[in-house]
């Protein structure tokens, strides 16, 4: 059986290397020559993802936020 702890372990790990890989693919989003976007949009979501890590940090403080959905 799993401790809390393997399972935590197991979870984050899996959970932060598909963040990674996620936001790899987000920068592949900045290729002028495939798509057009402005520096407000960069800012935006750039602002949107800062948010959520603050978000996501609180949690492991016991800080309550609420959560929104990114809409550009």
Same mark, same amino acid.
């Given at each position: 059986m799993e401790t809390k702890r393997e399972k935590f372990v197991r979870l984050v790990e899996a959970r932060t290397n598909k963040?990674?890989?996620?936001?790899?693919?987000l920068g592949n989003c900045s290729n002028k020559a495939n798509y057009d976007y402005t520096d407000e949009d960069v800012?935006?979501? @750039? %602002?949107?993802?800062?948010? *959520?890590m603050k978000i996501? $940090?609180?949690? @492991? %403080?016991?800080?309550?936020? *609420?959560?929104?959905?990114? $809409?550009?």
């Open positions: 963040i990674i890989d996620m936001l790899r693919l800012q935006k979501i @750039f %602002t949107t993802l800062e948010k *959520e996501s $940090k609180s949690k @492991f %403080t016991s800080m309550t936020v *609420e959560e929104e959905k990114f $809409k550009l």
